[in-house]
DNA sequence: ACCTGAACACCGTTCAAGT
DNA sequence: ACCTGAACACCGTTCAAGT
């Protein structure tokens, strides 16, 4: 009866440190995000954070894993292997804009995205197989894919707004020397990145089925 | 004659900051790169390089210029296209080769990598004109394939040594649940990164061609 | 058991002062 | 003109002390 009121407080854990660090990367950006201030955001010391994660290092793990949890959607089954590996490249990269701050993380430990995202992956070299390719180009092809739409996703996401700020003079000198170039830049920019990545993904889906048996 | 000797040190540049900012970062790190420890370096105080360059950002900028002005060789037109395109990637990788701990600066403003490649780029876009492409479409299979190999090489590079530290029983699991993903997880290791690579870049070639007039 | 305060060894950057 | 010293507002991390 004398005790008091039920603390408001929830106490502290790894899962609830790991979500808040994600949200403060959202909102605030991957360089703003420090112990200190993800302490002060659960209303709790910075050194109180070290009881549940091992250092810093260890809470930006935490938060590649949330985020490659959130690539497994229910992944339907599409019409055949071309359709599975455009749809695993269209998630992830839709991944990368819903968190487009956190997604540089995902550089580093590339390979963790197999476990994450492994119902698919199941899927798409079950499909390749299905059409005949062997076992090592089917694992070359998967392979091929993910990294092709990492890599894309990354340099889009780290892009953001910075388009092209050339100085005049160089873009003179371009305009005499490489017209060719001088036009490809002026094609840069936020716009053309859906048509760049389509274009690539369907180079690619191309160029795979080429080396498969019926190429 | 009174005047002491000359004296040994070489007055500041912003160019011998810059050199000497990649090198640190070479021998050391990305990481390890601070103003204090690159004054050190230079036998001077920190304070003194705000002089020089702006501030770290800058100092990264110039690293990057740095970085890309080794992009560019007196590189020999191909045979065609595809010859032009394979090396033009092939030059990038070896970039990336030899400076992997400061080639993460390259995903930001990656659009720079145009106007420090601006004599291959050229060349590449001059060869697709000339075997038929459109002019959007010969943009599009430049930006590709610049787009794969900086994202490729970007992840290779970040990757430095670590494999595939996964837990015993999340391995257990994926040989039980996703047998195949298992297995391509086995291959994983930077003894198939070359391979991977040309397999990648042959399947977008392919899948360009397939793109051009004759496709 | 869990959290805190103080401390250590660092950061990038500014600015008045020295030479 | 060029460099420095001291200072400011931060970092990540450790550890003895508090509750």
Redesign the interface.
Known sequence: MSSPPPVERIPLSRERIVVTALRVIDERGLAQLSMRRLGAELGVEAMSLYKHVAGKDALLDGVRELLLAELETPAAPGRDWADDLLSLARRYRALGRAHPEAF?LL??????A??AG??S??AG??AL?AAGFD?ET???????VV??V???S??EM??EG?????AQD?LDA?AR?????A???R??GPGSED??FE??L???????A??GPGG
């Open positions: 540089g550089a580093r430990g590339a390979d963790r197999y476990v492994r119902e992956a199941e070299l079950a197989r076992e089917a694992t070359y092809a998967l392979r091929t990294r092709f990492l890599g894309f990354l340099i780290a892009g910075a388009p092209a700020p050339l160089e371009l020397d490489q017209p060719m170039v036009g490809l830049m094609s840069l048509a760049l274009f690539g369907r180079a690619l889906i191309t160029g795979i080429a080396m």
